[in-house]
């Protein structure tokens, strides 16, 4: 009978484009949960199309990088079901449209390399711990649009953690851990990219940057929209808008951060940078320059004074 149920939800959810896995993928951590899981992303992967990954393809279990780079790099619709720790051979990994990645519990993990988005679309990628990779944990890159980055765990790669550039668009960052790590986030890889300007549209909600060094994220060219983040102990400075950017930084936390914004950095021209609804605890002041532009989209910020507890007891892999 319950397996007769679990097929009946599972064939509906397809019909209807909502990805479905089965309950084994999510089950340990059922009442450990904060936060509602949506079934489409908020913010700018909701925008000008949609964001559904390997909804309506078959749904396949990997546990070894020959499986898994097979599974991304295949043509069509797939669900890929990640379970324990994939070791990737070094270097970047392909990953083709209309798919989903997303780890089975809590322990699902990505060591040594790194997804490469390139010119690719309708991507989402959950429940994943990243380490270890010796470039990028994930690109998005060469006018890929349409993907959603949500509930993992990244640190310690060599370069970004996640790196959104090359007109790519249409992104949202979300529920994510960052940690151990230098070089967060990039939106925009140039100051000599004016091809950028009207792409590079992003969402930053509920991560969690602990102890990070920079680029959470730092923007050229972008509308990017950064609210209810919790910023913990950055080192550096939090947020960069530079090179004509447009960034909104709304409703987040900041602890213990000495330079919580910054307007232009290094030899980057400035941005734009509004910032509203912000508590700076222990941190210093803001730099803001400019106007805003209007979120496209529907969105219910939560309290700034509740986004620690909210992001920490929500955010990152094991957390689905």
């Keep these: 009978m319950k397996k007769a149920f679990v097929w009946y939800v599972a064939v509906s959810l397809v019909l209807v484009g909502i990805p479905f896995l089965p309950l084994s993928a999510v089950e340990a951590d059922v009442g450990k949960q904060d936060v509602e899981i949506a079934a489409t992303p908020v913010g700018f992967a909701s925008v000008n199309g949609s964001t559904t990954g390997g909804a309506g393809g078959s749904t396949v279990t990997v546990s070894n990088a020959t499986d898994l780079i097979n599974q991304m790099q295949a043509t069509g619709p797939r669900i890929i079901q990640v379970s324990g720790t994939i070791s990737l051979p070094a270097g970047m990994h392909r990953v083709a449209s209309d798919k989903t990645i997303i780890g089975l519990g809590s322990n699902a993990r990505i060591t040594n390399g790194g997804f490469n988005l390139r010119s690719v679309n309708n991507i989402i990628i959950q429940n994943l711990t990243f380490s270890g990779s010796n470039d990028d944990a994930i690109n998005v890159g060469y006018g890929s649009h349409h993907i959603w980055i949500d509930h993992n765990t990244f640190s310690n790669a060599y370069d970004g953690l996640v790196d959104i550039n090359r007109q790519s668009s249409y992104v949202t960052v979300s529920w994510n851990r960052f940690q151990n790590h230098d070089k967060t986030s990039l939106v925009g890889n140039t100051d000599n990219a004016p091809e950028d300007r009207g792409h590079l549209k992003v969402t930053y909600h509920h991560n969690w940057f602990e102890g990070t060094g920079s680029r959470h994220p730092r923007v050229r060219f972008g509308e990017v929209h950064v609210f ?17 950017a447009d960034v909104v930084v709304e409703s987040n936390y900041f602890r213990n951060v000495s330079n919580p914004t910054h307007v232009g950095y290094g030899s980057s021209g400035p941005g734009d940078l509004v910032e509203r609804n912000n508590v700076y605890s222990n941190s210093g002041t803001p730099e803001t320059r400019g106007s805003a532009f209007n979120p496209p989209y529907s969105y219910s910020p939560d309290n700034a004074a509740n986004v620690p507890d909210r992001v920490r007891n929500g955010a990152g892999a094991g957390k689905l």
Excluded: K, Q
């Design 228 to 244: 209810n983040n919790y910023y913990d102990a950055v080192r550096g400075y939090g947020i960069a808008s530079t090179m004509e």
